[in-house]
Structures are given as C-alpha cells and as structure tokens.
C-alpha cells in the first residue's frame, strides 16, 4: 500500500493567488512527522515545512502552511501569493518511528502562471 | 554554512561497470540518507545511516548495491555491476537528530545523475 499519496500530478495557479497541493498518508504508528520539500528544475531538494504528529497547531514557515487533519490522515501544503519562483516539483514525505520508513511521495508538479 | 557536498555530478557507464558516488554531509549531522530518484518519481531511500552504523537498508539491492560511512562522516555508494535499470539521480542527504519522528529535517545535496547504457 502506498504510505503518502499525492493525486494532483500537476497543478497551475495564477501568479498572487493561493494553491492548495493535496497528501494524503498512511501509518499505524502514532509516533511520525510530516514533511514538505520542493524541488526546482535545477535538482535540489528544498525543506518547506515540517509537522509532528503530535503538534496541536497547524505549522506554518512564511508563505507555506501546512492543513494537518489527522483523522483524515491528510497534510495539505497552502502557498499563499504564488510567486513565479515557486514552479517546481513539491513533495510530501513521512518518517515513521524510530528510523524506519522514510517515504516520499510521487509529486505534485506546480506551475504558476504570470 | 558548507552544504551537502557530492560527486561526480553526472556519470555516464555501461552495463555491467560499476561507479561509486560520494557524500560528504554537513558538519556535525549524524544522520546519513542515500536516495535513488527515478526521472518523475520521488526518491527512494536505500540506507541511511546513524553515525557510522546503518539504521535502515530494507530497499537496499544488496546483490548489487553497498555503502559504506566510515568515520561517520564521509559515505560512498557503490553500484557493480550496473544495470540499465539503476539510471537515476542519487541524492545525499543529511540531518542533525537522530532518525526518529521528530522535526529534523534533511538537508539534500545537488545529487548525481548516473545514465546506464
């Protein structure tokens, strides 16, 4: 079974407007963390945003918020006033436990639009 | 703050060569990740390692694959003999905590992009 699960292949948005890029995840283990990287054309992996499974509140890092729904098993990642910089590769990620099962998902490809 | 340092950059080899990739991880980061990146996918770990033990090698190809992390700082990836297949980018990360469910986040080098032919 796929452990994180991002079913928008590709999004576009308009240049200013916000966009909401889906994860959905699965874990018996109550012990895990959420993650967000995104990925330019250039190669690089970038860390955006992290979230705890225990953390009370939403995590939010400048312009990128994280919408942690827990019994939905869901950690949408919002960009607020896209910009043209942000096209790029985005994917959500979970590590389980204690040193186990760091998985990525497949990627939501963002492009944004002038 | 030096990054995640790798290379080479790019590798072109043939079937059945081998190829070795190098990392070297920010200072003072324990924790040691190698992943494979298959073009449109996300990556892949294949091991990952606490100082200069290995916490995690359960997608590791071992008939083929090896790493090592001597010291506990610097690791190489060994590939022999190379398959059509392992054509990919392999990405270095590392983080400073140890490898539990907590907010280390890794931090990725620039990769090496490996072309099997």
């Known amino acids: 079974a796929q452990k994180i699960t991002q079913t928008q292949p590709g999004m576009f948005v308009q240049e200013k407007e916000a966009v909401t890029l889906d994860c959905t995840y699965d874990t018996s283990d109550p012990s895990y963390g959420l993650f967000w990287y995104k990925q330019p054309s250039s190669g690089e992996m970038i860390f955006l945003i992290y979230q705890g499974s225990y953390d009370q509140q939403n995590a939010t890092e400048g312009r990128y918020s994280l919408n942690f729904q827990k019994a939905r098993k869901s950690a949408n990642l919002v960009i607020s006033a896209s910009q043209l910089g942000d096209s790029a590769m985005y994917f959500c990620?979970?590590?389980?436990?204690?040193?186990?099962?760091?998985?990525f998902g497949p990627g939501t490809r963002l492009s944004v639009l002038p | 703050e030096a990054g995640v340092a790798q290379s080479p950059r790019y590798k072109i080899i043939e079937k059945r060569q081998s190829v070795a990739f190098w990392c070297n991880p920010i200072?003072?980061?324990?924790?040691l990740y190698w992943y494979q990146q298959i073009l449109g996918q996300g990556p892949k770990l294949l091991i990952q390692f606490q100082n200069n033990g290995v916490v995690d090698d359960s997608q590791l190809p071992k008939d083929r694959f090896s790493a090592e992390r001597l010291k506990g700082v610097d690791s190489t990836l060994k590939i022999q003999p190379a398959k059509l297949e392992d054509s990919a980018v392999y990405l270095c990360?590392?983080?400073?905590?140890?490898?539990?469910?907590?907010?280390?986040?890794?931090?990725f080098g620039p990769g090496t992009r490996l072309t099997v032919t």
């Open positions: 990360a590392s983080s400073l905590g140890p490898p539990a469910g907590s907010g280390y986040e890794q931090y």
């Open positions: 990620a979970m590590r389980e436990g204690y040193g186990q099962n760091f998985v």
């Open positions: 200072s003072g980061h324990a924790t």
